[in-house]
């Protein structure tokens, strides 16, 4: 038997096995979808657009959260410099036994009040002069009203009208301090400044 009708049936049947290879391509891949430039730049500025509305309206509350805290420090601290003048204005004065002289201490607190009273020309006050329990009762309420006459002629010796400052004694009546010691005694003697009209809505001054 020969060789070559073998080779020829062998070539004869790989023929279209190869044939058959070399036809196969691998498969086209399928476009993808188109991009639209123009849609993803008005997507884009849409929402840039947004946000920079989103900004101008947190930078919005942000101003007026600050304008109604600015309002409420400012209320405060009017409030404040407010209460600080009437506390001026209520500040006692203190005297030595038996004495309705006013010491330097004395009367730096009484300048305190000079500016306040001349700015608020509606403003009227009340001296009351207090005394220790030492001495009769006659005394001590005569006592009381030296010193409170001794604050109030000092206030008008000053540029402050006589018809502002009413005067009245209590004597030792009513004590600041309970006690029968020095430190009650010296507590005791004293004159009170109360505010009796235009309390309300006090000017503060601006300056000395």
Do not use: W
Not at 160 to 168: K, L, W
Not at 200 to 208: A, L, M, Q, T, Y
């Amino acid at each position: 038997m020969t060789v070559f009708p073998r080779i020829a049936l062998t070539v004869l049947v790989a023929a279209p096995v190869l044939a058959g290879v070399a036809c196969r391509r691998p498969p086209a891949t399928p476009p993808g979808p188109a991009v639209n430039q123009d849609s993803i730049d008005a997507e884009n500025a849409r929402r840039d657009s947004l946000a920079r509305l989103e900004q101008m309206r947190q930078d919005e509350l942000a101003r007026e959260r600050a304008r109604r805290d600015s309002i409420a420090n400012a209320g405060s601290r009017r409030d404040q410099m407010l209460e600080a003048a009437r506390e001026t204005i209520r500040n006692p004065v203190y005297f030595e036994f038996d004495r309705s002289d006013l010491s330097p201490e004395d009367q730096a607190r009484l300048d305190a009040k000079i500016p306040i009273l001349n700015a608020n020309a509606s403003l009227r006050i009340r001296a009351a002069g207090h005394t220790d329990s030492r001495g009769s009762d006659e005394y001590n309420l005569a006592l009381g009203q030296r010193r409170a006459a001794a604050a109030k002629r000092y206030l008008t010796q000053h540029g402050i009208d006589a018809s502002r400052i009413e005067t009245v004694s209590f004597g030792e009546e009513r004590p600041a301090a309970q006690g029968g010691d020095e430190s009650a005694f010296a507590q005791n003697r004293r004159t009170e400044f109360e505010i009796i009209a235009g309390g309300d809505n006090i000017v503060v001054p601006s300056g000395p």
